[in-house]
């Protein structure tokens, strides 16, 4: 039997409810980040030059368990 797991909980940016994989999401001090909210701290830290938060593959779909 295959099953998938995945959380449901609020973005420490945006406070708006989402989906992600426990183990895959950004986050920042264990509080998980949306996927839009990443692309726009990304897009801002390409911008001036910083290095990009890394994006797991999956880190917004289902873990397989």
């Given at each position: 039997?295959?099953?998938?797991?995945?959380?449901?909980?609020?973005?420490?940016?945006?406070?708006?409810?989402?989906?992600?994989?426990?183990?895959?999401?950004?986050?920042?001090r264990n509080?998980?980040?949306?996927?839009?909210?990443?692309?726009?701290?990304?897009?801002?830290?390409?911008?001036?030059?910083r290095p990009?938060?890394?994006?797991?593959?999956?880190?917004?779909?289902?873990d397989a368990?």
């Amino acid at each position: 039997m295959t099953g998938y797991l995945y959380v449901v909980g609020a973005c420490f940016c945006c406070r708006q409810i989402f989906t992600f994989s426990p183990t895959k999401v950004p986050s920042y001090r264990n509080e998980p980040i949306c996927e839009s909210c990443i692309e726009r701290v990304n897009r801002k830290r390409r911008d001036e030059g910083r290095p990009l938060w890394p994006v797991a593959p999956g880190a917004y779909e289902p873990d397989a368990e």
